[in-house]
């Protein structure tokens, strides 16, 4: 069945470091593509996506390609902030229903 | 006021207890989803619904159900608790076609002692 494989964490950096998460999928057909972010106490909300091969998603300095000839969606940042620690979930539309990988936690130090 | 609304935020109760966890949203969606959380698995989904009349099982439905009372509600139910369901739960919602976002509520915390 589908699946969704991202990057264990804690991934730990320093402020305006550069950022990536790497996430693989495995699917039938071509599903859009997520990245969802869930700050401490909060629900997951949607960072980006992408719903074809080649798109480019964005949003708040974050970009992530999907790459069909890779089967990667991989979470990029070129400098990043302790306001973005949280932890990030790639995931995948199968049909009717989001799968999600199992989240990498980022934390950002000053 | 938030779209998509969880209650109770927090809840600890004893083993062979029912409870019951509502969701309700204001944002029109026809489609609602349960997710638990834990440590290391990401999200797993329990039930979906696509409208008021069709539910659905999820990946991991044993030992809950659910009702969905009208486009606005959808409630959890464990009919008896027991302590390995012990996850932060959440509800979501997203537009009645695919390649949609799910919009999801702040989760509700849930221990079963």
């Known amino acids: 069945g589908d699946s969704v494989t991202q990057m264990e964490g804690p991934v730990t950096l320093s402020e305006e470091a550069f950022l990536t998460i790497n996430c693989t999928y495995t699917?039938?057909?071509?599903?859009?593509l997520f990245w969802y972010v869930q700050y401490p106490g909060e629900g997951l909300q949607l960072l980006l996506k992408a719903t074809k091969a080649d798109d480019k998603g964005s949003n708040k300095g974050f970009e992530a390609t999907y790459r069909k000839e890779t089967t990667s969606f991989h979470l990029e940042k070129g400098s990043v902030q302790v306001s973005d620690s949280a932890v990030y979930f790639c995931g995948l539309d199968s049909s009717y229903k989001l799968i999600f990988g199992s989240g990498t936690r980022l934390l950002v130090r000053p | 006021d938030a779209d998509v609304t969880q209650t109770p935020r927090n809840r600890i109760t004893k083993t062979g207890k029912r409870i019951m966890l509502e969701c309700s949203q204001t944002k029109g969606h026809d489609r609602m989803y349960w997710y638990r959380q834990d440590p290391g698995l990401g999200l797993r989904l329990i039930y979906y619904?696509?409208?008021?009349?069709?539910?659905n099982k999820g990946e991991i439905s044993d030992g809950y159900s659910v009702s969905r009372q009208a486009q606005a509600k959808f409630s959890l139910s464990l009919e008896s608790a027991i302590p390995n369901q012990t996850a932060l739960y959440f509800c979501a919602t997203s537009e009645g076609n695919s390649n949609q976002p799910q919009h999801f509520g702040d989760g509700t915390r849930l221990s079963i002692l």
């Open positions: 699917a039938t057909g071509y599903p859009s």
């Open positions: 619904s696509f409208d008021v009349k069709d539910i």
